[in-house]
């Protein structure tokens, strides 16, 4: 089994910081493409940054210049650094990891969901 644990978002004002991370656990040889989603009330879900395991990087041109992924291959860890947030950043963040298991199994795992409110 693997457990995903994300952590860090919460209430922001326009302009402010946050930083999320997601954490993966239990039967992991390796992890792939790590990524964040998002999905603002009322629209779809969008895929908001991504990165390799040698650390190529892409991001939604709607925070491109703004937020920053990042990752540790040690912890098994995915990190988002979001600055200068807006309103429309607003949603609920998922992470999404391409894991190679023990024992051979590849599989897409998905975070919980975190809130990430922006607002004055």
């Known amino acids: 089994q693997v457990q995903l644990v994300e952590s860090g978002g919460g209430l922001v004002q326009p302009g402010g910081s946050l930083r999320l991370s997601c954490a993966a656990s239990?039967?992991?040889?390796?992890?792939?493409?790590m990524g964040w989603y998002r999905q603002p009330p009322g629209k779809q879900r969008e895929l908001v940054a991504a990165i390799t395991r040698n650390g190529n990087t892409n991001y939604a041109d709607s925070v491109k210049g703004r937020f920053t992924i990042s990752r540790d291959n040690a912890k098994n860890t995915v990190y988002l650094q979001m600055q200068s947030l807006k309103p429309e950043d607003t949603a609920v963040y998922h992470c999404?990891?391409?894991?190679?298991?023990?024992?051979?199994?590849?599989?897409?795992?998905w975070g919980q969901g975190i809130q990430v409110t922006v607002s004055s």
């Open positions: 999404n990891l391409d894991i190679l298991r023990i024992g051979g199994t590849r599989s897409n795992s």
């Open positions: 239990g039967s992991i040889l390796s992890i792939y493409t």
